[in-house]
């Protein structure tokens, strides 16, 4: 797959969608496709200098809602 061929923005609606619906399809997780998307996320933001080990800095770069990590926690369920 050419990542490239796409805008960033995409990827990132992609991936945040996917991402979302992984306690409704926990089969995601192991998606080699889920993997290389976050793979390739992960080096644009670094790029940009975005730690993504830190979730706040790696969603507000995601686009997402920054949540701190004792929220992010609390609400956190098994996926089976």
């Excluded at 991936?15 to 926990?26: A, I, V």
């Excluded at 998606?31 to 975005?50: S, V």
């Amino acid at each position: 797959m050419l990542f490239e061929s796409y805008p960033l923005t995409e990827w990132k609606l992609v991936y945040r969608t996917l991402h979302s619906q992984l306690s409704k399809q926990p089969e995601l997780i192991d998606l080699a496709f889920l993997a290389d998307i976050q793979t390739h996320l992960q080096r644009k933001a670094r790029a940009e200098g975005i730690d993504v080990s830190d979730h706040g800095a790696w969603d507000a770069w995601l686009g997402n809602q920054v949540v701190s990590c004792d929220i992010r926690m609390a609400g956190r369920a098994v996926i089976n």
